[in-house]
């Protein structure tokens, strides 16, 4: 299985990069640690031919094709076929063996069968497989019950003889913050629809979900818009073959659902936007050499927010994604925009005078922000923003998410829970910056809540985000530059933080 690949590199890279003993590999430990779990010295086998998944509720298809993916998973086979050798009868002698167990009772209570992840849905779940061969897993929603049967086969191991085993298990579990993202950048490296999708895999091993799709950038659109076609064909790579067409963004979607991972859109603006400009003539800003009046050729900056055309534009894009994309929420940017390009721009500093903001051209890019805030809200969407659209003090629905990322994160936590919003932190999980093969341990220690806040101020922290941009990572290094960085803070977002740490976390993963 791939996470048993992720297994060997994670222990590789501990036992390389520090001065530790071997790690010797655990049997059957769960990741992320559960809230409450007793695992017994007692233990089962599972028989591929005889095993099943009984659920007796109603008719629910994203939880029968679950447990079809499961038990292709926890069954996929190995180099060694599953036989039932002398080696296994060695078990049946042991007094802790005790038996064969044949089915999994799965019970949705209330027998609601929910289709779509959404923020706050509730994903608790208990899982039994007591000492009578008898396995439950028990909970309200159907995202409950994919985290349980994550958990399951967690739970599983195998021997050399290629037999399964699971140990009488008691779990209680659910994740500490609702929302637990991974932010993929497509942008300044194409990354192909089946890295995607593995990654999407490897994010439901760990529990995440929500994959926050940076999915354009300054270097490259390859979103190809119904509406606007034009911006993929001159602003991506290449328009033939490094795009996403509406059908490959459709089945990146619904593969997500069916793992119970929400997928949220990033458009950035009014910055990271220089390969919207080839596309969408008059939509970005015209630089000027020195201030002279003299036209930079070629010389553009972020889009213009001074032309009725812009919002005119925005309002036809993003009708088009937010009805694409199901999710409530939509990120919409608005961090690291360069005012060089508007200052130096004669009828941006004639707007700039008319409308009273003098030389601060932080309040020209607040009145950008506010109307695309509401047109997101007019388009019945909830709006993420990046942390400067906070600072800058633009007018934000109380409903807004402000999403941290710059230095000083804790003080910056403080200010926006203190002033009514909900937070997401990412400052300290930029994974893309590759230090060492031991580096995770930076990342494992991050605590959102680590800013001395009221309860009231810890309730609106929502949790966190993993970010990988992608420039220097493609394709050919995504996955192994994630993974299995990625488990340490899957593993803060979810667990009680004060029953985890880094030296116990070796053994279990």
Same mark, same amino acid.
């Given at each position: 299985?791939?996470?048993?690949?992720?297994?060997?590199?994670?222990?590789?890279?501990?036992?390389?990069?520090?001065?530790?003993?071997?790690?010797?590999?655990?049997?059957?430990?769960?990741?992320?640690?559960?809230?409450?779990?007793?695992?017994?010295?007692?233990?089962?086998?599972?028989?591929?031919?005889?095993?099943?998944?009984?659920?007796?509720?109603?008719?629910?298809?994203?939880?029968?094709?679950?447990?079809?993916?499961?038990?292709?998973?926890?069954?996929?086979?190995?180099?060694?076929?599953?036989?039932?050798?002398?080696?296994?009868?060695?078990?049946?002698?042991?007094?802790?063996?005790?038996?064969?167990?044949?089915?999994?009772?799965?019970?949705?209570?209330?027998?609601?069968?929910?289709?779509?992840?959404?923020?706050?849905?509730?994903?608790?779940?208990?899982?039994?497989?007591?000492?009578?061969?008898?396995?439950?897993?028990?909970?309200?929603?159907?995202?409950?019950?994919?985290?349980?049967?994550?958990?399951?086969?967690?739970?599983?191991?195998?021997?050399?003889?290629?037999?399964?085993?699971?140990?009488?298990?008691?779990?209680?579990?659910?994740?500490?913050?609702?929302?637990?993202?991974?932010?993929?950048?497509?942008?300044?490296?194409?990354?192909?629809?089946?890295?995607?999708?593995?990654?999407?895999?490897?994010?439901?091993?760990?529990?995440?979900?929500?994959?926050?799709?940076?999915?354009?950038?300054?270097?490259?659109?390859?979103?190809?818009?119904?509406?606007?076609?034009?911006?993929?064909?001159?602003?991506?790579?290449?328009?033939?073959?490094?795009?996403?067409?509406?059908?490959?963004?459709?089945?990146?979607?619904?593969?997500?659902?069916?793992?119970?991972?929400?997928?949220?859109?990033?458009?950035?603006?009014?910055?990271?936007?220089?390969?919207?400009?080839?596309?969408?003539?008059?939509?970005?800003?015209?630089?000027?050499?020195?201030?002279?009046?003299?036209?930079?050729?070629?010389?553009?900056?972020?889009?213009?927010?001074?032309?009725?055309? @812009?919002?005119?534009?925005? $309002?036809?894009?993003?009708?088009?994604?937010?009805? /694409?994309?199901? *999710?409530?929420?939509? =990120? +919409?940017?608005?961090?690291?925009?360069?005012?060089?390009?508007?200052?130096?721009?004669?009828?941006?500093?004639?707007?700039?005078?008319?409308?009273?903001?003098?030389?601060?051209?932080?309040?020209?890019?607040?009145?950008?922000?506010?109307?695309?805030?509401?047109?997101?809200?007019?388009?019945?969407? @909830?709006?993420?923003?990046? $942390?400067?659209?906070?600072?800058?003090?633009?007018? /934000?629905?109380? *409903?807004?998410?402000? =999403? +941290?990322?710059?230095?000083?994160?804790?003080?910056?936590?403080?200010?926006?829970?203190?002033?009514?919003?909900?937070?997401?932190?990412?400052?300290?999980?930029?994974?893309?910056?590759?230090?060492?093969?031991?580096?995770?341990?930076?990342?494992?220690?991050?605590?959102?809540?680590?800013?001395?806040? @009221?309860?009231?101020?810890?309730?609106?922290?929502?949790?966190?985000?993993?970010?990988?941009?992608?420039?220097?990572?493609?394709?050919?290094?995504?996955?192994?530059?994630?993974?299995?960085?990625?488990?340490?803070?899957?593993?803060?977002?979810?667990?009680?933080?004060?029953?985890?740490?880094?030296?116990?976390?070796?053994?279990?993963?």
């Amino acid at each position: 299985m791939f996470v048993f690949k992720l297994t060997i590199l994670f222990i590789f890279a501990l036992s390389f990069a520090h001065s530790w003993d071997v790690v010797i590999q655990s049997k059957g430990a769960v990741w992320p640690m559960p809230q409450f779990q007793q695992i017994s010295s007692s233990f089962f086998n599972l028989n591929s031919t005889t095993f099943q998944f009984n659920y007796n509720g109603t008719e629910c298809k994203i939880l029968n094709d679950a447990f079809s993916r499961y038990m292709s998973l926890i069954f996929k086979p190995q180099r060694l076929p599953q036989t039932y050798s002398n080696r296994f009868k060695k078990y049946q002698k042991n007094d802790n063996y005790k038996g064969q167990i044949d089915q999994l009772n799965v019970n949705l209570v209330g027998d609601i069968c929910e289709t779509w992840p959404y923020l706050g849905m509730d994903e608790r779940y208990e899982l039994t497989i007591s000492a009578s061969t008898v396995a439950n897993l028990i909970s309200v929603s159907v995202w409950g019950i994919f985290r349980g049967l994550e958990t399951f086969s967690h739970l599983t191991y195998r021997d050399n003889s290629n037999n399964i085993f699971i140990n009488v298990s008691h779990i209680v579990d659910y994740p500490r913050f609702q929302h637990r993202g991974v932010l993929l950048d497509t942008s300044r490296h194409y990354v192909p629809k089946a890295v995607i999708l593995q990654n999407l895999d490897a994010m439901t091993y760990n529990k995440y979900n929500v994959f926050h799709w940076h999915i354009v950038d300054d270097q490259s659109f390859p979103y190809q818009s119904t509406n606007f076609p034009s911006i993929s064909d001159k602003g991506a790579y290449i328009p033939s073959t490094h795009i996403y067409t509406i059908n490959e963004v459709v089945e990146i979607i619904d593969y997500a659902r069916q793992r119970g991972i929400r997928v949220i859109a990033e458009f950035d603006t009014p910055g990271h936007s220089l390969s919207w400009g080839p596309g969408i003539s008059g939509l970005l800003t015209q630089c000027y050499a020195n201030h002279s009046g003299t036209i930079e050729p070629d010389g553009y900056g972020p889009i213009n927010p001074i032309l009725n055309s @812009t919002y005119e534009f925005l $309002q036809q894009l993003y009708a088009e994604i937010t009805k /694409l994309f199901p *999710d409530e929420y939509i =990120h +919409v940017g608005g961090d690291e925009v360069s005012f060089n390009c508007w200052q130096s721009n004669p009828d941006i500093n004639q707007f700039m005078k008319t409308m009273g903001f003098g030389t601060d051209y932080a309040k020209l890019e607040s009145y950008y922000m506010a109307k695309l805030l509401k047109t997101v809200s007019q388009l019945e969407k @909830t709006s993420i923003v990046w $942390q400067e659209v906070f600072d800058n003090e633009v007018q /934000l629905n109380q *409903d807004t998410i402000v =999403h +941290v990322w710059k230095a000083d994160p804790m003080s910056e936590m403080k200010n926006v829970t203190s002033s009514g919003y909900r937070a997401l932190l990412s400052t300290c999980w930029y994974l893309n910056d590759f230090q060492m093969a031991n580096d995770w341990i930076q990342f494992y220690p991050c605590e959102p809540l680590d800013f001395n806040g @009221t309860a009231k101020e810890n309730d609106l922290v929502l949790g966190g985000e993993t970010c990988m941009w992608a420039e220097y990572v493609d394709s050919t290094n995504l996955i192994s530059r994630l993974w299995p960085r990625a488990l340490a803070p899957a593993e803060r977002l979810w667990s009680n933080m004060t029953e985890i740490g880094r030296a116990s976390c070796r053994e279990r993963v």
